[in-house]
């Protein structure tokens, strides 16, 4: 997040129109024309700046106003400032058309450094970056004027090979190899001279450099690294820096280069016994090609580093360069051991220490991340085991660092990229995934489109209940992380909670003995089942269901549980399908209470709901009992009304015999009598606090299933026709037209009246209502050229005699209802 000042210039620049840029160059273009190049010239060029760059689309500037500014750019009296800033404003609006730079007889390394930039960014539509690669290879090839450095191009050619990988020949390459070689190995250890003025008062004594120290202020006595610290630096010193910085990008381009010999593989093999250790020392590196001599001297340079990064600095943010060059160089190591198998050997006792290390330092815990990731790619081959090093990674650090955002999105990232490994070969992976939504449950806004990757990968049939219970939590983990951290770290300068939120009572009863066991199963580190009775735990936290963290997590979960499902139906057998749908209906009532959370996961379970009953129709039977009880709870139509209308219509639509073998006329007659009373109850009685009105789509859902039930008991026929009639009657009186809007009523009697004009003539009720799965399936009475809706017509000609129409009503709304009602029919 940006500071409020910030973000009020960067609100400014966006809200600038193309006019009143026009006028701002206008100004500028009067300064530069003059040559006036001080701080009102330089002020401006950086609010120009800030314009173009604050905004996702490219501002356009005048042709002749961006030749000014390259005009700028390359008038030899510019201060250094001002062509920064026009080179950085040229390269925001880039690519520009017909935008012509010279650049063959540039001398000065830091203008020729901005014009290579700014070609650059104009892609590489004439071969931009080859002529761009070719120059600044032969000025680092050619020997530079006196104050002249190269620092400035190193950037430059890491750009290059990035944009263009077969942009350099093989000798230039073999060149460009021997420099590295130079700049990381031999770079002075004695610190640079201080730019004084001179004068009849200086003092030569004073200007006599010193050594290079170590970051715990030791004299240095190895080689110069990135670590090393002075209070100046030579040129070699800042080459070293330089080539440190581009050194993994450049042994990435350089092993591609395909200037390997034919029997490099052979070779590789040879080198990746264990003898070869033996034979890889220093001296008998000088003798290798330039390649591999780098990857040696890379090699020692990181190992350096390892050491380096073991001190205790004296400064902070030498100690925050500790951790960053700790974690380079250990990528850089296992890259090396990928591109030369004899590497592994050597690094494998420097890598097992500096893990045991690192578990003890949470400051440095982002290097346990690279160390992992070389663990995964070299164990196998070196034979050693790793688990405690996975064990570690996978249950102590997401349990205890899962506030740290920029390790959690490392962490994530590292799981996504190695999801190929984990899928198949470490269990102890996927039996963490309560630990590690521990991150996504702290930091869900950042998080979530890489759990949206990683979800299906923890997912099967073992896991799949517990997986959809921890979705569900979410939430209410995250509700319980804050308390973890107010009680671990209560007197922290920087809370890393909402320091406006004040739950002292939930924080009491963090802390109570009778809730640890709730506690303790929200944080698990591994996954273990389930239990039930998490209602206390969410009556306890209740006063933070509105923290604005608790909020942002739990509008994630919608997208997670329907990802859940995409994935699971994939597999589910029916055992699994019958378990995730009682688990639907019991969490239904069971969820954390935070605004809006309810709806959103109802409307998901509804649709779900649906999915399951399609994919294994005779959970119907199966579940008859908890689906007897779910429907027979009144208070379910009012708080779950769409979960509670999709159960009704799944038990008219699939409680056949068509679907289940055992399916009997008891059981059909069982839940008519169920959802009967239940009709009766809605409809029978004037609407009041204790019972509140139903929608007119529950009530017309409910009286549909009763009629497809009778006409697969008809028996029950004529007891359905009276109680339709009744309701027909009941939907007319006052009571109920004081209630119901008269667009509800007419739907309400419409429905009635079409389901009566249906059970005049059972066996066509059966065949619209019942109809077999070759009739079901494809849907016919969608299909006017099939017989299906000439059936529907006959019926509504032969009953529209002897059942009188509503007042107004044509004599085809029957037939068109029918035809078009796909899901209450």
């Known amino acids: 997040m940006f500071a409020a000042g910030t973000e009020s210039l960067l609100l400014q620049a966006r809200e600038i129109q193309d006019e009143e840029l026009k006028k701002f160059c206008s100004r500028i273009t009067g300064l530069l024309q003059k040559e006036d190049l001080g701080n009102e010239t330089i002020a401006s ?36 400032q001002v062509q920064v800033l026009c080179a950085a404003i040229v390269r925001e ?87 590295l070689i130079d700049w990381l190995r031999y770079a002075s250890i004695q610190q640079g001279v201080a730019q004084t003025s001179g004068g009849f008062f200086s003092n030569p004594w004073a200007r006599q450099p010193g050594p290079i120290t170590e970051v715990d202020g030791a004299v240095a006595t190895d080689f110069f690294t990135v670590l090393s610290v002075g209070q100046h630096y030579t040129e070699d010193q800042w080459l070293n820096m330089q080539a440190f910085s581009m050194l993994r990008k450049w042994l990435l381009y350089s092993e591609n280069d395909g200037t390997d010999s034919p029997d490099s593989d052979d070779k590789s093999e040879l080198e990746g016994s264990i003898m070869s250790m033996v034979s890889a020392t220093s001296t008998s590196s000088r003798l290798l090609p330039p390649k591999e001599r780098l990857r040696e001297n890379a090699f020692e340079y990181c190992q350096r580093l390892i050491e380096q990064s073991n001190r205790r600095a004296l400064k902070k943010h030498d ?232 909020v942002q997590c739990a509008e994630t979960v919608p997208i997670l549980i329907q990802l859940f499902f995409t994935v699971v139906t994939e597999f589910a057998d029916g055992p699994l399908i019958n378990q995730l749908a009682v688990l639907l209906l019991e969490r239904s009532d069971l969820l954390f209470d935070v605004p809006q959370f309810k709806v959103a996961v109802h409307r998901i379970m509804s649709s779900q709901l649906l999915v399951l009953c399609k994919l294994h129709p005779s959970l119907v039977v199966e579940l008859s009992k908890e689906l007897l009880e779910f429907t027979g709870t009144i208070s379910n139509i009012h708080s779950k009304e769409n979960i509670f209308t999709n159960v009704v219509w799944a038990i008219g639509e699939y409680l056949s015999v068509l679907y289940d073998r055992r399916c009997t006329v008891e059981l059909i007659n069982k839940f008519f009598e169920a959802l009967e009373a239940l009709l009766f109850e809605i409809t029978q009685f004037r609407p009041s606090a204790t019972l509140p009105k139903c929608s007119p789509r529950v009530i017309t859902v409910l009286m549909t299933t009763l009629t497809k039930l009778v006409s697969r008991s008809q028996d029950l026929i004529p007891r359905v026709f009276l109680f339709l009639s009744k309701v027909r009657s009941f939907a007319e009186s006052p009571a109920m037209t004081s209630v119901y809007s008269e667009e509800d009523t007419e739907t309400i009697l419409t429905r009635a009246t079409e389901l009566m004009n249906l059970l005049k003539m059972p066996s066509v009720a059966q065949f619209v209502l019942t109809p077999s799965v070759e009739v079901s399936n494809p849907r016919y009475h969608l299909d006017t050229n099939t017989s299906l809706p000439l059936a529907l017509r006959m019926v509504s000609q032969l009953v529209e005699k002897e059942v009188g129409l509503l007042p107004g009503q044509d004599s085809n709304v029957t037939q068109y209802t029918l035809e078009n009602s796909d899901l209450e029919l």
């Open 45 to 80: 060029l950086q609010r120009l700046f800030l314009i173009v760059s604050a905004t996702k689309y490219s501002r356009k500037l005048e042709k002749k106003f961006v030749e000014l500014l390259l005009s700028a750019l390359y008038f030899p009296k510019s201060p250094e």
């Open 93 to 179: 609006i880039s690519p520009s058309e017909n935008l012509t730079l010279f650049y063959d007889h540039i001398q000065n390394t830091k203008l020729l450094s901005l014009v290579s930039s700014v070609l650059l960014a104009q892609g590489d539509k004439k071969d931009e970056v080859r002529d761009v690669g070719l120059r600044i290879t032969k000025v680092l090839e050619g020997r530079q004027p006196e104050g002249q450095s190269l620092r400035y191009l190193l950037p430059v050619l890491s750009k290059v090979i990035t944009l263009s990988p077969k942009v350099l020949k093989e000798d230039q390459i073999n060149f460009l190899n021997k420099r």
């Open 319 to 550: 100690c925050e360069l500790q951790k960053a060059c700790l974690v380079e160089a250990v990528i850089i190591l296992d890259l090396l051991c990928r591109q030369d198998s004899s590497f592994i050997y050597r690094t494998l006792s420097c890598l097992k220490i500096l893990h045991g290390r690192l578990c003890g330092d949470t400051a440095s815990v982002r290097a346990l991340l690279p160390v992992s990731q070389f663990f995964l790619n070299h164990s196998e081959a070196a034979a050693v085991d790793s688990e405690a090093v996975y064990q570690h990674l996978f249950t102590n650090v997401p349990s205890e660092l899962f506030y740290n955002s920029m390790l959690a999105f490392e962490f994530i990232q590292f799981c996504r990229e190695n999801i190929h490994f984990f899928n198949g070969n470490l269990s102890i992976f996927k039996s963490s995934f309560p630990n590690l939504f521990k991150f996504l449950a702290w930091n869900s806004a950042s998080l979530i489109s890489e759990f949206v990757a990683i979800l299906p990968v923890f997912i099967d049939a073992s896991t799949a209940i517990e997986m959809l219970h921890v979705l569900l939590d979410l939430p209410c983990l995250t509700a319980a992380l804050d308390l973890y951290l107010r009680s671990s770290f209560p007197t922290a300068e920087k809370p890393l909670w909402d320091p406006t939120l004040k739950p002292t009572s939930c924080l009491d009863g963090f802390r109570d003995p009778h809730y640890q066991a709730l506690f303790q199963y929200l944080l698990r580190t591994k996954a273990r089942g389930i239990i039930k009775g998490l209602t206390p735990l969410h009556q306890l936290l209740k006063p933070m269901a509105s923290c604005s963290r608790v």
